[in-house]
């Protein structure tokens, strides 16, 4: 079984400030792992994806996580932040064993951008 | 693009009335879920379908049925809503993890109001 912590619930950040967004996960095999964003009154739709490779990937809106596999983490960073990123963020792990397509969401992070 | 659309925005019901959350992918996804968003909760898995006709209890089904007599659309049914169903509910879909859809997406919501 996986499981997903996000450790804050809420993190508020002034404009053009850098900001991270904790996930830690555990698993008893290997896993994907997914950051989504979900705006005000809509669905989620995914920042970005670690499948396998360079432990640094880049998704949208200048958006960026680092896999770390021995602290089981994958952290959520931006640089600089912007009004329209006041979303809330939502971590996900994908087990990679076959036959088994659920994903396993954490409690969501709400991120508010203090202008 | 793929798309995933879900019948209602907004729906208001009453105690005991059955009701049905409809879903439609566009992209031949082999895999479809419903999950249910509550605040401090994150997404839980209600229900999951891997295939036509085939289906699989998540981690909240009590109350809950699911249909799936074709592959581009899946329904929920709350056969006698109650009030503690009052919810938002995400529709998603995704591919296989070897395919080019690894990823789930998902619809815009349907927040439900059960009086």
């Known amino acids: 079984a996986q499981s997903v912590t996000q450790l804050d619930s809420q993190v508020p950040v002034f404009e053009e400030a850098p900001v991270e967004l904790r996930c830690n996960y555990s698993?008893?095999?290997?896993?994907?792992l997914f950051w989504y964003v979900q705006y005000p009154n809509q669905g989620l739709q995914l920042l970005l994806k670690?499948?396998?490779?360079?432990?640094l990937v880049k998704g949208i809106n200048g958006f960026e996580a680092e896999f770390n596999k021995s602290q089981t983490s994958f952290h959520l960073r931006k640089p600089s932040v912007h009004i329209s990123d006041t979303a809330e963020y939502f971590c996900?792990?994908?087990?990679?064993?076959?036959?088994?397509?659920?994903?396993?969401f954490g409690t969501g992070t709400r991120l508010t951008i203090i202008p | 693009d793929v798309k995933v659309t879900q019948s209602s925005r907004y729906l208001v019901k009453r105690t005991g009335e059955k009701v049905f959350l409809e879903c439609v992918q566009d992209m031949d996804h082999e895999n479809m879920f419903w999950y249910r968003q509550d605040p401090g909760l994150g997404l839980r898995l209600i229900y999951f379908s891997y295939d036509v006709k085939m289906k699989e209890k998540g981690d909240i089904p009590e109350g809950y049925s699911v249909s799936r007599e074709k592959k581009e659309r899946f329904s929920l049914i709350l056969e006698s809503a109650s009030t503690n169903q009052t919810s938002m509910y995400l529709c998603?879909?995704?591919?296989?993890?070897?395919?080019?859809?690894?990823?789930?997406?998902f619809g815009p919501g349907t927040r439900l109001t059960v009086l």
């Open positions: 996900a792990v994908w087990p990679t064993n076959f036959g088994n397509e659920k994903l396993t």
């Open positions: 998603a879909s995704s591919g296989s993890l070897s395919s080019r859809y690894n990823e789930q997406f």
């Open positions: 670690y499948l396998s490779g360079s432990t």
């Open positions: 698993s008893s095999v290997s896993v994907y």
